[in-house]
């Protein structure tokens, strides 16, 4: 067995295509449309092949906290400590909250925490 895909609401769809393709080289399927339920979304598409599906609705709002039950954040792994620090640096450089690291957790793992366009919590990872 293996997780097909996972989902977020966003509230700007096209910058947050934008963002996951120019920082972690995504690639975006067609724009999927449905028109009588105000509904758009887009497949994107990581080298591994794993996808992650971001989807639009005028009629969902943003949750007023990010500390809420259930999914906390997403881990991409970038393969190297080296493309942990330079992605990190970069999206520091321009503008995106650093949550914390890059550092060693506890339990081992080499990790930066940041905040994508919309305050979505995105861990990198080796």
Avoid: C
């Amino acid at each position: 067995m293996k997780i097909e895909h996972v989902a977020i609401w966003v509230k700007d769809l096209e910058k947050m295509k934008e963002f996951y393709e120019t920082y972690f080289q995504a690639v975006a399927g067609e724009k999927y449309h449905n028109e009588k339920k105000g509904f758009e979304s887009y497949f994107l598409i990581f080298d591994t092949s794993a996808r992650l599906e971001i989807m639009r609705r005028s009629d969902i709002e943003q949750s007023a906290s990010a500390e809420l039950l259930g999914w906390a954040h997403i881990a991409l792994s970038l393969g190297s400590k080296e493309l942990v620090d330079q992605i990190t640096d970069r999206l520091k450089k321009d503008g995106y909250p650093l949550v914390n690291g890059p550092r060693v957790t506890g339990d081992g793992y080499y990790e930066s925490v940041f905040e994508d366009p919309e305050g979505n919590l995105i861990e990198l990872t080796v």
